[in-house]
């Protein structure tokens, strides 16, 4: 049977699917167990708070590593077998022969990333990173544009970033302070050298 434990910040929109079509009728016939786990759970005070602005500046919020850590830990005192996967762009492609491999390993943890990413102190705890399938870009289409909108998104500096990645990248400021120029070219150096090592096979084709 395999297990698999999905830490996300919205346990509701991960939850509905699991009874229908296929994934429901695996449950059904013991061959999928499926917990799903709040990240939110694991964050404290009174308002739980899971996300900070990035170090060194930049529009955009990253997930903290406090309540993210926490809940890997809890996750791995349960399975401590279970692989801790991270679903995030800058993993490798997640085709037939990743589901394969990772349907081999019987256990494991499905990390949920969100906003602009994590904290990279949390990639201690994370055994491999995957890119979502194209049904999750889509969604993230979906909600990207919903983030341009002026009633879903919190800040004008949000929308603008959203509606003009390109541009916001060099002119976007956080409310902690700006970032460096040095700091925003260091920045898109290390791009194409995550792409080129994550996934080459996207590095060959730009």
Do not use: N
């Amino acid at each position: 049977m395999l297990s698999v434990e999905v830490l996300t910040l919205f346990p509701r929109m991960i939850a509905a699917p699991l009874d229908e079509s296929i994934l429901g009728k695996a449950r059904e016939k013991g061959l999928l167990r499926v917990q799903v786990t709040d990240i939110r759970e694991f964050a404290g005070g009174r308002h739980r708070v899971t996300d900070d602005v990035p170090y060194g500046g930049g529009a955009g919020m990253v997930m903290k590593p406090e309540p993210l850590v926490a809940a890997i830990e809890s996750a791995k005192a349960r399975e401590p077998s279970a692989r801790v996967v991270l679903l995030s762009p800058q993993g490798r492609r997640f085709d037939q022969r990743a589901a394969q491999e990772l349907l081999a390993r019987e256990k494991l943890i499905l990390v949920c990333g969100r906003y602009e990413g994590v904290d990279e102190r949390v990639l201690e705890w994370i055994d491999e990173a995957c890119s979502p399938a194209a049904s999750s870009r889509r969604w993230r289409s979906s909600t990207r544009w919903l983030g341009s909108c002026r009633e879903c998104s919190a800040t004008p500096r949000a929308r603008w970033r959203r509606a003009s990645p390109e541009k916001a990248f060099w002119r976007a400021r956080s409310t902690r302070g700006r970032p460096s120029s040095a700091a925003a070219r260091f920045r898109r150096s290390c791009s194409p050298a995550t792409t080129r090592r994550s996934r080459p096979g996207a590095a060959s084709r730009r």
